[in-house]
């Protein structure tokens, strides 16, 4: 068999083929410049790659960044539909990613607040939160700077004032789970 064939049935590329060949890893020998494998030979080669365990990367949480959630502000007619908005820019100090629209992100939260005031007052204090992502740290005294909380020497930025029913520190993991996800 070639290196052809022998790649097809193995489903690996042809390099790898003659990486078997080369080091022994399969029966070949080489005529007229090519290898012609042992179909023996690779069979079980292709035995022993199937019994490998291949280890699988932990499930996590994915944040949903299409997510959208509707409510109705104090004293308006129509409902709102907020998605999340992810912004990326690049300025003098490096790369910035700004995060909006957090209410889709911490819906289950949300939900979860029984009292129809308290929710609606909540939204309205989450309207203007933003988490700030940027790849150059800066060093600041205080770690929370007019309502601004700064994490990891500043290179992530939660504005948050905080509501009773959703405290500063919800955005905060929040700010780090997106984090994660968007690899930044």
């Not at 052809?4 to 007229?32: D, L």
């Not at 912004?87 to 995060?99: D, Q």
């Amino acid at each position: 068999m070639n290196t052809t064939a022998a790649a097809t049935q193995a489903k690996v590329t042809v390099a790898t083929i003659r990486t078997w060949c080369r080091i022994g890893a399969v029966s070949a020998v080489k005529q007229a410049g090519r290898w012609v494998i042992d179909t023996a030979s690779l069979a079980a080669r292709i035995a022993i790659g199937s019994m490998r365990t291949r280890k699988k990367a932990p499930v996590t949480d994915t944040l949903d960044l299409a997510a959208t959630y509707t409510w109705t502000p104090a004293g308006a007619a129509d409902a709102v539909t907020l998605t999340p908005t992810v912004k990326a820019r690049r300025n003098a100090s490096g790369n910035i990613t700004t995060v909006s629209n957090l209410a889709p992100l911490l819906a289950d939260q949300i939900d979860g607040i029984t009292d129809e005031g308290a929710r609606r007052h909540t939204l309205t204090v989450l309207e203007s939160a933003r988490i700030v992502f940027c790849d150059t740290p800066h060093d600041e005294a205080a770690p929370t700077i007019s309502g601004v909380t700064l994490l990891d020497r500043g290179q992530v930025r939660v504005q948050y004032q905080g509501a009773r029913d959703l405290p500063v520190q919800a955005v905060i993991d929040l700010a780090h789970k997106l984090r994660a996800q968007l690899g930044l």
